[in-house]
């Protein structure tokens, strides 16, 4: 497995994430401090 197939992996993931939490209203310092 490639580290950059990996890590564009995560981003993608991490955008979808970002994205639902500011959908239901919380803040990304939220976010941070759950991952």
Known sequence: MEMR???DLIEEKKAKLIKLV??????????????
């Open 5 to 7: 197939n990996l890590q």
């Open 22 to 35: 500011e959908k239901y209203g919380f803040r990304h310092k939220q976010v941070l401090n759950l991952s």
